[in-house]
């Protein structure tokens, strides 16, 4: 449990980290350090895309899987780690 | 029985019958023949062809008795020519005629895919059954359920660890950045440095003079006016012509416009500002200009008295309000400024004089002239003693006028130019070598080519590049010098004549230059565009390199004169040593007594040396015996 915390606030200090976010399979967000109605959004938009990349990489390749999706926009980062239940989600400001 | 009856139109033919019985004539039956009658009565404006069979009753059902006839005319309408009146005539007609496979059209209509379009609104959603999203407290307890699971520790535990990673990359890199934005792709320009010879200008005269001096037309560069002198000492014959000549450069076979002066130009310029006016420089050290609308004849010629005493080598309009000033210079060492409304005399003079007396018997002889529109209150001055003299117009006394002067050259200077993008940096070409200078350094060249089997006669920096000048020389070899791309050997040498090359003058835009030679011949040159166009960077680099040679010059100048100083130095402490010996040293008689001894000790040494040698010989020879 302390770990948890220490990963995610160890996360959520690196340099342009602008927020964090754990969600459950069910879109749920578990742990959030932006408000609730991003939060909502980020995790409601970033499961059905997620879920998309993923079916993408197995129909090209049925063993592959998807480990790691980052989107890179004009104003910050989007990195998604999914797995089977949960997914990590942090938005980061990249280095100019 | 049939008749036939024909109805015809009015006015051709009429018909046979104008009625039609009811009765048969012939067999007197009583019976009316109805007649069968397919006719209707002519009408006077239509056209109708009608043919009417009728028959009897009773001899319906008989059969047929079909028999031939011979064809009869029935109808022959001839055409009527006042009908055509109301018609043209069509020639040609067009007639489409197609030979394809008959195709048809067919439409079809899918059956009607209907789509709709349709909003999801997000809600927050995915909560199990049991909990109330509202609720706060029901959303935080199941939150906290969640985190307490195990898989969830180890999950977040490893998703973070990825996570940080990739966090970490970004910011160790921008991986979008632009690396290689302000390199520019380098166009290779393959061509090979060449000049091509476009038109070659022959004196028209039997006897050949020099080409001594050439200047382009100010205005576009389409005229080109050579000025033609003997300048061997005492070669001129009776026959030679003293004219010069303005050439169009279109047309190699005859000048354009002669020029008659009263004897031979050395040099002749355009107006910069006037394009008819020319000003030259003659043989017997007068200056003459002329008009070219005016004619041959120059305008006006300065006085014999004040003008120069030895041909006068060169001349160059400055920089005026009115734009009739011009200078002149010559080997009888004066610099002398005329305004071309008042030849009568010149405005001003200047003695070359570099122990700045005035002196004429001193002065230095002139041999080129530099003035540089940009700085209007110098002038250079080249002389035939090897020292290029550097002058103040502006001066209030004679002697200040001479500012300063190079030294470093064998021979009379040809030429002497200042960069046109680096004004402080000047060639001069003489001897057989060519060498930039900057201002600020005295005592030598701060770039200098090696010395040439020939000799070089006139130089000019190109009008568009920093780093290229030209150089003719004596054996007829034009060299392209580029100091950027090489610096110990031309960048293109041609061979432009068999004789001397003499005079040079390069167009203002740096592409056409011309080079006169020593029997006169005026060649028209080409450049490859390789050098006449401005490279990258090639400013900057000319300035560093500048920079740099006049840097290692200074140090070098400063070297020297710690050297002297301590030569100096040292030079005076010996003094001062000789002096303290001075008891001990011998007159000048004991020395003369001494060396005498010594002298005649050798002598009697070596007679000695040699009777030995003859005494063996003899005792030798007695010995044989």
């Known amino acids: 449990m302390a770990e948890v915390e220490e990963t995610l606030k160890r996360i959520q200090t690196h340099e342009g980290v602008i927020g964090t976010i754990v969600v459950n399979a069910e879109g749920i967000p578990i742990r959030t350090t932006l408000d609730n109605s991003t939060t909502v959004q980020y995790a409601g938009l970033l499961h059905q895309l ?14 592959n899987d998807l480990t790691f999706l980052r989107i890179r926009s004009k104003k910050h980062e989007i990195m998604v780690a999914p797995d089977k239940e949960y997914m990590l989600i942090v938005i980061q400001n990249p280095s100019e | ?117 349709r909003g999801i609104n997000h809600v ?49 890199i921008d991986i979008y950045r632009e690396y290689f934005e302000e390199e520019e792709v380098v166009e290779e320009s393959e061509v090979q440095p060449s000049a091509k010879t476009i038109n070659v200008f022959r004196d028209p005269n039997e006897v050949k003079r020099t080409a001594s001096s050439l200047s382009w037309h100010p205005d576009g560069s389409r005229k080109l006016a050579v000025a033609y002198s003997s300048l061997e000492f005492q070669k001129v014959s009776k026959d030679m012509s003293l004219n010069s000549y303005i050439w169009d450069i279109e047309n190699p076979n005859k000048p354009e416009m002669t020029l ?48 120069h005493r030895d041909p006068v080598y060169r001349v160059i309009w400055l920089q005026s309000k009115t734009g009739t000033d011009t200078f002149s210079a010559s080997t009888d060492g004066q610099v002398l400024w005329w305004d071309i409304r008042k030849m009568s005399e010149p405005t001003e003079r200047l003695i070359l004089d570099p122990n700045k007396k005035g002196n004429l018997d001193n002065a230095l002889g002139a041999i080129s ?24 117009r502006k001066a209030k006394t004679p002697a200040e006028k001479i500012v300063c002067m190079y030294s470093g050259h064998h021979g009379p200077i040809y030429a002497l130019q200042r960069n046109p993008f680096f004004p402080k940096n000047f060639l001069t070409v003489a001897d057989w070598t060519a060498r930039i200078w900057s201002e600020d350094i005295k005592e030598s060249s701060i770039m200098w080519t090696k010395y040439h089997t020939a000799y070089l006669s006139d130089g000019s920096w190109s009008p568009v590049r920093p780093s290229v000048f030209f150089t003719i020389k004596m054996d007829g070899t034009l060299d392209v010098w580029d100091f950027l791309f090489k610096q110990n050997d031309p960048t293109l040498s041609v061979k432009v004549c068999d004789e001397a090359l003499n005079s040079l003058r390069v167009q203002d835009n740096g592409h056409f230059l011309a080079c006169g030679s020593q029997l006169g011949t005026v060649t028209l040159l080409e450049i490859s565009s390789g050098l006449c166009t401005l490279q990258k960077n090639e400013k900057a680099l000319a300035t560093a ?40 040293e011998e007159s000048p008689e004991e020395l003369i007594t001494r060396i005498e001894k010594d002298f005649y000790e050798i002598v009697e040494a070596e007679l000695k040396k040699r009777d030995k040698g003859e005494e063996k010989k003899v005792a030798d020879a007695i010995k044989s015996d």
Not at chain 2, 30 to 53: G, H, N, R
Not at chain 2, 125 to 139: A, C, I, L, S, Y
């Open chain 2, 1 to 117: 029985h049939v008749y036939l009856l024909l109805s015809k139109c009015v006015g051709l033919l009429y018909s046979s019958a104008s009625s039609l019985p009811s009765r048969c004539f012939r067999c007197k039956d009583i019976d009316v023949l109805p007649t069968l009658k397919l006719s209707c009565f002519p009408t006077a404006l239509t056209m109708e062809i009608v043919y009417v069979y009728t028959k009897k009753r009773n001899e319906f059902g008989r059969q047929c008795n079909f028999s031939d006839r011979s064809a009869e005319l029935h109808v022959d309408i001839l055409p009527d020519p006042s009908l055509a009146v109301n018609f043209i005539e069509r020639d040609p007609c067009d007639v489409p005629i197609q030979c394809t496979q008959e195709m048809s059209e067919h439409e079809v209509n899918t059956e009607r895919f209907e789509s709709d379009t």
């Open chain 1, 50 to 63: 997620t879920m998309k990349a993923r079916s993408t990489v197995r129909d090209i390749d049925p063993q």
């Open chain 2, 545 to 584: 390199m500048f920079e740099r040679e006049t840097k290692r010059e200074k140090i070098l100048e400063a070297r020297h004169r710690e050297m002297r100083l301590k030569e100096r130095s040292r030079s005076e402490q010996s003094k001062e040593e000789d002096t303290k010996e001075g008891d001990g």
């Open chain 2, 260 to 307: 008659k002066p009263v004897s031979p130009l050395v040099c002749l310029e355009y107006n910069p500002k006037d394009c008819h006016i020319l000003v030259g420089g003659s043989y017997n050290g007068q200056i003459a200009y002329w008009d070219t609308r005016k004619g041959s004849q120059p305008v006006e010629m300065s006085t014999i008295e004040h003008s």
């Open chain 2, 369 to 392: 002239l530099e003035f540089e529109t940009t700085m209007p209150t110098k002038f250079m001055v080249g002389t035939e003693q090897g020292l290029v003299v550097s002058c103040n």
């Open chain 2, 124 to 172: 927050e959603g995915g909560w199990p059954k049991d909990v109330n999203p509202h609720e706060m407290e029901q959303t935080i307890r199941f939150r906290k359920k969640v985190e307490k699971d195990e898989n969830y520790i180890s999950t977040v535990m490893q998703l973070g660890n990825n996570m940080e990673h990739c966090i970490k990359q970004n910011n160790a």
